[in-house]
């Protein structure tokens, strides 16, 4: 009997597509799913003429498998993942490994890796990018969890997984824990952030230089040659020069209301919690709830209705303004997304490195770039960067942005265009080069109503002082402030 190398438990898109991306590269694979009639239909189907074994039941699908077991789980994160790993535990034995390369938040992985281990099981969690696509053909891969396991998956993950330019693959292993969801939940928050200034850049194009869908399919074309390179910008471009079957534009005919599916929230309570400012992918994430609102906005704009302005600025320097806004805001939220990260393998002892999570990014996944590959040599500089506004390439980038940057900022608000990451982006900039910030008087106020204290300039950092502001207060302080 032939035995299989790995087995895979779910037969939506992207579990089939990872069998036969194993399959192509030798690979023998097992497949499950609950429901057994796609099982029938994928070995009869998509499978057929591959060594795909498909079965019927769990003990079937673990007994099929080499030991120490390899078992890929493609199901939806949260509870069934944890359905899933108790209907697999009476068959499993000491030293196999499970796999979660679903979406899972990344404390589920934690608690997982804590709760498998204790029945001798090995447990990685697995972010897994691209797409049907990128499953298909080679995707971007995140595995952390139990590092024990990492010698036996790292041939096949790093066979199958997308490769750079140079050869690379874009798989590697992140941390301990959750590390691997944790570095896939901000690649989808910086996912979130990309798409939001793409569409804006968009929205001003459209609504304040009233340019056509194929204008500016042909604006990405161009923009897609330069350092805006990237997978996104070269599909918005095929997006915008779709058209439907009566000619017109297919995207002008899509309800204006986004959907999402939980990410880029996370990434955003991940930074509350933190204490770190991220505020475009924050923006990116509200700006789809806002425009769930679809009805409220309907009758909204009929209350409010805009002044409109002609477009009177120079067509070729506009579009180029709205280009660098694009490209600065693309920094800033790779910068944020990079001191969240930074914070979190401080926090959870991940040791994460991150030149390898921008080499992982360079190929297969959603926001494949090349722009990913000057964060991948700006930490081979400075392994220990802090910050990558402190790297001259991309210090460089925003000040040669910056004038543009800001007068397409200000184009938008003058025609009444919602720039909410670009305003972010460049707020937080502003903010973040600041050397003197308004919360001495924030400070000051929470002392005033709540004696809740505050540093002085002319003492030491950590000595906390209270102020009896009104003479009415007394001395006493409510303990000092948390940064």
């Known amino acids: 009997m032939v035995m299989a190398d790995i087995g895979l438990v779910g037969l939506a898109v992207m579990g089939q597509n990872l069998i036969l991306n194993m399959n192509d590269h030798g690979f023998t694979v097992a497949c499950f799913n609950r429901t057994t009639s796609k099982v029938d239909d994928f070995i009869n189907g998509a499978a057929k003429g591959t060594k795909v074994i498909g079965c019927k039941t769990i003990k079937e699908f673990v007994g099929a498998l080499k030991k120490p077991r390899k078992i890929m789980m493609m199901v939806k994160a949260g509870e069934a993942v944890d359905d899933l790993i108790q209907e697999l535990m009476p068959f499993l034995d000491k030293g196999d490994i499970l796999i979660d390369g679903g ?98 850049a968009y929205d001003i194009m459209q609504r304040v230089m009233g340019l056509k869908e194929s204008e500016m399919a042909e604006i990405f074309r161009g923009w897609n040659k330069g350092e805006l390179d990237s997978f996104l910008i070269e599909i918005t471009a095929n997006v915008l020069a779709y058209n439907d079957v009566d000619g017109r534009p297919l995207v002008s005919k899509i309800l204006d209301v986004a959907g999402a599916k939980g990410t880029g929230k996370w990434t955003t309570e991940s930074a509350l919690e933190e204490g770190m400012p991220l505020s475009l992918i924050g923006e990116a994430v509200f700006a789809r709830s806002l425009s769930a609102l679809k009805e409220e906005r309907v009758q909204l704009s009929k209350l409010f209705k805009r002044h409109e302005r002609l477009f009177t600025q120079d067509k070729e320097e506009t579009i180029d303004n709205i280009r660098k806004a694009l490209y600065a805001s693309k920094i800033m939220s790779y910068t944020q997304g990079y001191m969240l990260m930074r914070a979190a393998s401080n926090h959870y002892k991940w040791d994460l490195n991150y030149g390898n999570i921008a080499l992982i990014w360079q190929n297969g996944c959603i926001i494949r770039s090349v722009f990913l590959s000057k964060i991948k040599e700006a930490f081979d500089r400075n392994p220990n960067l802090q910050n990558l506004l402190y790297d001259d390439f991309f210090k460089n980038g925003v000040i040669r942005a910056l004038e543009g940057w800001r007068k397409a900022v200000i184009l938008a608000v003058e025609h009444g265009v919602p720039t909410p990451c670009f305003s972010a982006a460049i707020s937080w900039f502003d903010g973040a080069s600041s050397e003197r910030l308004p919360a001495n008087l924030l400070q000051a106020l929470r002392d005033y109503f709540g004696a809740h204290t505050y540093e002085r300039v002319d003492k030491p950092r950590g000595v906390y002082s209270h102020t009896n502001w009104t003479g009415l207060g007394g001395n006493a302080a409510s303990g000092s402030y948390n940064a």
Request: proline letters at 5%; a negative charge; hydrophobic letters at 35%.
């Open 103 to 200: 979406n899972s938040h990344f404390v589920d992985t934690e608690r997982r890796c804590e709760e498998v281990k204790a029945k001798g099981l090995l447990f990685v969690g697995c972010g897994v990018s691209g797409g049907e696509e990128g499953a298909r053909n080679g995707p971007s891969m995140m595995p952390g969890g139990h590092i024990e396991a990492w010698e036996t998956l790292k041939p096949i993950i790093q066979t199958i997984a997308a490769k750079t330019p140079k050869g690379e693959p874009c798989a590697d292993w992140l941390g301990n824990g959750g590390a691997g969801h944790f570095v896939k939940m901000v690649h989808n928050g910086i996912e979130y952030g990309d798409i939001q200034i793409i569409c804006e």
